[in-house]
T-cell receptor, first 111, second 111 residues
Framework: EADIYQTPRYLVIGTGKKITLECSQTMGHDKMYWYQQDPGMELHLIHYSYGVNSTEKGDLSSESTVSRIRTEHFPLTLESARPSHTSQYLC??????????FGDGTRLSIL | SQQGEEDPQALSIQEGENATMNCSYKTSINNLQWYRQNSGRGLVHLILIRSNEREKHSGRLRVTLDTSKKSSSLLITASRAADTASYFCATDSYNNNDMRFGAGTRLTVKP
């Protein structure tokens, strides 16, 4: 298994709260990604980073923000959670054009 | 935006049978990858096939690529109950470093 970790695994929280989903990798990969995936559905790229201080929005519009201050760390933040943010969030990393390594995801439920 | 489209959306077979899943894509690619996702987990890379390759094997997996038809197939031979998972194809184009994932095929192998 790849060394990429996401916390928390599950989060149930009320509307309006600020949330940070953590993602860390110990492989020294320069590229990191965040995907949103509803159960049984396709993955949608919401953010990616090609290195420190580099972040870009993906294909799916998201109200979340990301930062990349350290190579190994790529947190995703929702300033004010809403029920529409309920989903699974997957973090991945890669180097060059090599396959992506995924974490086990965070299942987020906003009440 | 989604690039690959898997077919069928769902497949149910008996243990020991072969499972074939197909993937079609729209634009020219650099490589195509297949991933597996167990329920509630992240994706795990299975196999990568480059645009100049036509067939690749890995254990019980066989992947073919037809760039003229913009399609790929994943064959799992002698399936086992443990193969039950969702299988995704992902494409990497020459112009875009980001992977694009399809909606996946949900495979159920009955013991």
């Amino acid at each position: 298994e790849a060394d990429i970790y996401q916390t928390p695994r599950y989060l149930v929280i009320g509307t309006g709260k600020k949330i940070t989903l953590e993602c860390s990798q110990t492989m020294g990969h320069d590229k990191m990604y965040w995907y949103q995936q509803d159960p049984g559905m396709e993955l949608h790229l919401i953010h990616y980073s090609y290195g420190v201080n580099s972040t870009e929005k993906g294909d799916l519009s998201s109200e979340s923000t990301v930062s990349r201050i350290r190579t190994e760390h790529f947190p995703l933040t929702l300033e004010s959670a809403r029920p529409s943010h309920t989903s699974q969030y997957l973090c991945a990393s890669s180097v060059g054009r090599q396959p992506q390594h995924f974490g086990d995801g965070t299942r987020l439920s906003i009440l | 935006s989604q690039q690959g489209e898997e077919d069928p959306q769902a497949l149910s077979i008996q243990e020991g049978e072969n499972a074939t899943m197909n993937c079609s894509y729209k634009t020219s690619i650099n490589n195509l990858q297949w991933y597996r996702q167990n329920s509630g987990r992240g994706l795990v890379h299975l196999i990568l096939i480059r645009s100049n390759e036509r067939e690749k094997h890995s254990g019980r997996l066989r992947v073919t690529l037809d760039t003229s038809k913009k399609s790929s197939s994943l064959l799992i031979t002698a399936s086992r109950a443990a193969d039950t998972a969702s299988y995704f194809c992902a494409t990497d184009s020459y112009n875009n470093n980001d992977m694009r994932f399809g909606a996946g095929t949900r495979l159920t192998v009955k013991p």
